[in-house]
């Protein structure tokens, strides 16, 4: 009999599979809240992954603020991004650890080293994710992650502070800024970003708390006045 075996092209068979960026930003904000010790993720350096950087930056607040070692490593093409680069230095500066390496393993996330997230498909990472608790997976996923951190370059310990420019803004945050500068409601904005309210009022609460803003449209105009816009 053929023994099955794990590719990382196609995930094992997994306890959900979730698509659509609504029930994975569900999935983020749960297991954000729930992660007590670790977290382990393997991005790419181009292209979308398993949580825009957008809608992950108020997770990482979140998640580092209780103490929880977040480990993110990147292939080293990363290097050559400005937009990575900045987004490395102000995840550093909320105490995560970054590197780079030249032979990463796949595209994933583990939590805990009991839960692990894998694109359905690691060429076309839109496709959705794999929601995966076998032990033995998750296990092996752990173990290919020490493997290349411990030869991996690190990446954005030169910036201890949120970034000083909107050099590292996303598409999306760019445009959330100019509505909020505009005056938009929550609800317009998640529309025209198509987003939605609830990961929209996220985003808003990342930007305020790094323009330093009291307001919606306090932080529309600080983005205007420091040139991010």
């Given at each position: 009999?053929?023994?099955?075996?794990?590719?990382?092209?196609?995930?094992?068979?997994?306890?959900?599979?979730?698509?659509?960026?609504?029930?994975?930003?569900?999935?983020?904000?749960?297991?954000?809240?729930?992660?007590?010790?670790?977290?382990?993720?393997?991005?790419?350096?181009?292209?979308?992954?398993?949580?825009?950087?957008?809608?992950a930056r108020p997770l990482f607040q979140l998640i580092t603020s209780r103490g929880v070692d977040v480990?993110?490593?990147?292939?080293?093409?990363?290097?050559?991004?400005?937009?990575?680069?900045?987004?490395?230095?102000?995840?550093?500066?909320?105490?995560?650890?970054?590197?780079?390496?030249?032979?990463?393993?796949?595209?994933?996330?583990?939590?805990?080293?009991?839960?692990?997230?894998?694109?359905?498909?690691?060429?076309?990472?839109?496709?959705?994710?794999?929601?995966?608790?076998?032990?033995?997976?998750?296990?092996?996923?752990?173990?290919?992650?020490?493997?290349?951190?411990?030869?991996?370059?690190?990446?954005?310990?030169?910036?201890?502070?949120?970034?000083?420019?909107?050099?590292?803004?996303?598409?999306?945050?760019?445009?959330?800024?100019?509505?909020?500068?505009?005056?938009?409601?929550?609800?317009?904005?998640?529309?025209?970003?198509?987003?939605?309210?609830?990961?929209?009022?996220?985003?808003?609460?990342?930007?305020?708390?790094?323009?330093?803003?009291?307001?919606?449209?306090?932080?529309?105009?600080?983005?205007?006045?420091?040139?991010?816009?």
């Open positions: 009999m053929r023994s099955a075996s794990f590719s990382p092209k196609a995930p094992p068979a997994a306890d959900a599979v979730l698509t659509g960026s609504g029930p994975l930003m569900g999935f983020f904000e749960r297991v954000a809240a729930g992660t007590s010790a670790e977290c382990l993720a393997v991005l790419p350096a181009g292209g979308r992954t398993l949580i825009a950087p957008a809608a480990k993110v490593l990147y292939p080293a093409a990363a290097r050559l991004d400005p937009g990575i680069v900045g987004y490395a230095r102000w995840v550093t500066g909320l105490g995560v650890s970054v590197r780079t390496a030249a032979a990463p393993p796949p595209t994933m996330m583990v939590f805990d080293r009991r839960l692990a997230l894998l694109p359905l498909v690691q060429e076309d990472r839109t496709r959705g994710a794999a929601q995966v608790t076998d032990s033995t997976v998750v296990s092996t996923l752990t173990w290919l992650f020490q493997q290349a951190w411990r030869g991996a370059e690190p990446l954005g310990e030169d910036g201890a502070e949120p970034e000083p420019d909107g050099a590292a803004l996303s598409d999306t945050e760019r445009r959330l800024l100019r509505l909020l500068a505009q005056g938009g409601t929550d609800e317009s904005a998640a529309r025209q970003l198509a987003l939605s309210v609830r990961s929209e009022r996220r985003l808003v609460a990342g930007l305020m708390a790094r323009l330093g803003a009291a307001s919606r449209f306090q932080a529309g105009h600080e983005a205007t006045r420091r040139g991010w816009l």
